[in-house]
């Protein structure tokens, strides 16, 4: 597989593709993940899946972000800045509200939390794109 180098409605293709293979072998993985009658190999595996599909997402990722305009670039760049602050305040306040009390893991692991981390990432987007209209 030969991935998009340049930019253009194939590196956004290429790129959307590779974000939603990603989201259903994660989603995969965590169906198999709650078979509680597999083996431990199996598990590991079906945990790993995703790994190498996100890698190639954030490889073309990158190379989406590299070919856009320097306005574009700025409001990814501080989209960034928002969101990795915000995501560890976020990890930071859930670490010690664990110490003091007891946070369910269903809805507080790091299964759960990271997609805090990702809409703040995407929910800031707009927000910033409205500073520079």
Partial sequence: MTLPTSS????????????IAWFVAYWGARAVLEQADLAVGLK????????????LFLVLFVRLIRSMDELERRIQLE?????YPLAV???MTLGLLQRAV???FEDWSYAHVWVYVVMI???????????YQ
């Fill in 8 to 19: 253009g409605p194939n590196l956004k293709r290429a790129t959307l593709a590779m974000g």
């Fill in 44 to 55: 590991v595996t079906a945990a790993l899946i995703p790994v190498p599909i996100f890698a």
């Fill in 79 to 83: 989209a960034l800045a928002i969101a």
């Fill in 89 to 91: 305040l976020l990890l």
């Fill in 102 to 104: 007891h946070l369910p």
């Fill in 121 to 131: 990432y995407f929910l800031s987007i707009p927000w910033i794109a409205r500073r």
